[in-house]
């Protein structure tokens, strides 16, 4: 069954937004269904749109919180959410909001939504800065950016996104959404994703900004050698000395010893 969403007063969909609204009813329950709602939990949705998640969430969850930068969607949500339950919308760029502070002191939140595509990795790494502060995501976004988010070494599209994510990261692709549930329909296919970030005794990195640095230099030269991609911040004796074969490529290594590099000695 799907949502006809013509006549709503949510107007027409913004392409620069990456606004693809969901319309399949089956699509939208398993995603429901996947979030799992509890009682007392904060829950936030990026991007509502047109409420196609929003809605069937207030339903069961009664108050929930939605970050929309579109502004002419904020009076239709905020009217069509008025019978239902709390809607507290927050009217602004995600990039910009700092989940720990909506979260509250020593709060935590779980995150939804059916992200806009253009931007879809400085939101994932957006929420891992704040990781702490969340319980969950999950999150619809390209196929293929997910095939990324969750591969491992050895695989073609292992890279910068799976490290990043798996370090902070338990990443679960859940399923396969086709382009014919959206209006308008996107022109690849779609997978939802299920992020849990680890507790702090699981993610064994000092140095954030190091760790990033190395991942980001050792994908961005992938075909090189370690020893040659990372030139600028580690010594072949200093890769080795963390048990690591300077030989290696990027691609062969697990995020463990993506770990290891960052707490070696520039120089051993
Ligand atoms: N959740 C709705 C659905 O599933 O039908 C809409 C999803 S649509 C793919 C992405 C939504 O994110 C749109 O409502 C769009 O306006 C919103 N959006 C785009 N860029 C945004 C940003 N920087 N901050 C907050 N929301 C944004």
């Given at each position: ?177 086709g382009p014919g549930a959206f209006?308008?329909p996107p022109k690849v296919d779609s ?78």
């Amino acid at each position: 069954m799907s949502i006809d969403t013509n006549d709503t007063g949510f107007g027409r969909a913004k392409k620069a937004l990456g606004q693809h609204f969901l319309h399949e009813r089956g699509v939208i329950d398993r995603i429901v269904h996947a979030i799992d709602p509890k009682p007392g939990e904060r829950i936030v949705e990026i991007g509502p749109g047109q409420g196609a998640l929003t809605f069937p969430l207030l339903r069961t969850h009664r108050t929930l919180t939605v970050i929309e930068f579109d502004r002419d969607l904020i009076a239709p949500l905020t009217a069509a959410a008025g019978p239902i339950g709390e809607l507290a919308i927050v009217h602004r760029d995600v990039l910009k909001v700092d989940f720990s502070e909506l979260a509250g002191p020593g709060g935590t939140l779980r995150l939804v939504g059916n992200l806009p595509y253009n931007i879809s990795s400085p939101i994932l790494f957006h929420a891992l800065d704040h990781a702490d502060a969340i319980i969950d995501m999950h999150f619809m976004l390209q196929k293929e950016v997910v095939d990324r988010m969750a591969a491992g070494p050895g695989s073609k599209v292992y890279g910068r996104l799976s490290v990043m994510l798996q370090a902070w990261c338990d990443v679960t692709p859940l399923f396969t959404v086709g382009p014919g549930a959206f209006r308008p329909p996107p022109k690849v296919d779609s997978a939802v994703v299920r992020l849990v970030p680890k507790p702090p005794a699981r993610v064994p990195i000092d140095d954030r900004a190091r760790f990033a640095a190395i991942v980001r230099a050792a994908f961005g030269q992938r075909r090189k050698t370690l020893r040659n991609a990372l030139g600028g911040l580690l010594s072949a004796e200093a890769i080795a000395s963390a048990g690591i074969d300077p030989g290696q490529r990027a691609e062969q290594l697990e995020v463990a010893d993506f770990i290891a590099l960052s707490k070696a000695p520039a120089e051993a």
